[in-house]
């Protein structure tokens, strides 16, 4: 199962930015969080992973909390190409599967 | 910028019958994957290869299914005798650099099998 729970849905107006919440509560020190998205049903995209510090990339950038129990997506100026389902995905240390779960749907609206 | 692809983009066939899924990783990458995802529902592990053997699987891949790396730039999956419930769209992965500190995986797009 999913090591992490998001909210099933969030709306964005366009141009402003989407903040996307997932709590990992049970992550271990070693294990990494990593965020993907899919557009309709195409492969997922690969948007940023981090470990325990702010990331930043031309995409996005992602917050975890001190105590690594929760982190955050930032897509600082969404547009309409960002709708998709975002997943917040903890990869379990010592395996090389990522465990999908049910995602955030980010609606972006003009 | 390199990417993962995938053919056919979509497979009809008859129940019983054997398919082959064919993707090509980033050139160097190392490690290779394939996932599904039933419509509507998540995407699942099904299986990852590394120096040419299975390195770690799910319960769904059975004994149905195989993966090979035939030469230095395809990667298959096959379904030996595929029933209804293969129906799915079929996710092929790369990653990893030799000495690499990356530690993505990245998707090709997808191939749609319809069994009926």
């Known amino acids: 199962d999913a090591k992490t729970t998001q909210p099933p849905s969030m709306d964005c107006a366009e141009g402003r930015a989407a903040n996307l919440p997932c709590n990992h509560s049970?992550?271990?020190?070693?294990?990494?969080v990593y965020w993907y998205r899919q557009i309709h049903s195409q492969g997922p995209q690969y948007i940023i992973h981090g470990l325990k510090n702010n990331e930043t990339n031309e995409m996005a950038s992602l917050i975890i909390t001190e105590d690594r129990k929760s982190s955050t997506l930032i897509l600082p100026h969404a547009t309409l190409r960002d709708t998709a389902v975002y997943y917040c995905i903890v990869r379990v240390y010592n395996t090389d599967k990522l465990i999908f779960g049910t995602g955030t749907r980010l609606q972006v609206f003009p | 910028e390199p990417e993962v692809t995938q053919t056919p983009s979509h497979q009809v066939t008859q129940m019983g019958q054997e398919v082959i899924l064919r993707c090509v990783p980033i050139?160097?990458?190392?490690?290779f994957y394939w996932y599904r995802q039933i419509l509507g529902q998540k995407v699942e592990f099904l299986v990852s290869f590394y120096n040419n053997e299975i390195s770690e699987k799910s319960e769904i891949f059975d004994d149905q299914f195989s993966v090979e790396r035939p030469d230095g730039s395809n990667f298959t999956l096959k379904i030996r005798s595929t029933k209804l419930e293969d129906s799915a769209m079929y996710f092929c992965?790369?990653?990893?650099?030799?000495?690499?500190?990356?530690?993505?995986?990245?998707f090709g797009p997808g191939t749609r099998l319809t069994v009926l």
């Open positions: 050139s160097n990458h190392l490690y």
């Open positions: 992965a790369s990653k990893g650099l030799a000495g690499s500190i990356t530690d993505t995986q990245y």
């Open positions: 049970t992550i271990s020190g070693n294990e990494y």
